[in-house]
């Protein structure tokens, strides 16, 4: 079993910054990439960050620039840095995890956070 658990997200003023955390926990082979997605109502959920376990990274379009995606390896976490938030970040944000569970046979499944909230307003 492998779970993702969420921390950090709230209430901030526009302009203001935020970090979330997701730690992985459980039996697994490795971390292959994990990400945050969020969903904001009415609309559909939406890839914000993403992370490779090369270390490569990437980026929705309306992010780029104020949102920073990292990994700790060691703890089995990844972060989610956001700065100078807008109102339209506001959005229940969930992370998600591509793990490979086992090799013998082969398994990769992806796992997702509980989800949190967060609003930009003033």
């Known amino acids: 079993q492998v779970q993702l658990v969420q921390s950090g997200g709230g209430l901030v003023q526009p302009g203001g910054s935020l970090r979330l955390s997701c730690v992985a926990s459980?039996?697994?082979?490795?971390?292959?990439?994990m990400g945050w997605y969020r969903q904001a109502p009415g609309k559909e959920r939406e890839l914000v960050a993403r992370?490779?376990?090369?270390?490569?990274?990437n980026y929705a379009d309306s992010v780029k620039g104020r949102f920073t995606i990292s990994r700790d390896n060691a703890k089995n976490t990844v972060y989610l840095q956001m700065n100078s938030l807008k109102p339209e970040d506001t959005a229940v944000y969930y992370c998600?995890?591509?793990?490979?569970?086992?090799?013998?046979?082969?398994?990769?499944?992806?796992?997702w956070g509980q989800g949190t909230p967060v609003t930009v307003s003033s």
């Open positions: 459980g039996s697994f082979f490795r971390i292959n990439a």
């Open positions: 992370i490779t376990g090369g270390g490569s990274t």
């Open positions: 998600n995890g591509r793990i490979t569970i086992a090799t013998l046979p082969f398994r990769v499944d992806d796992y």
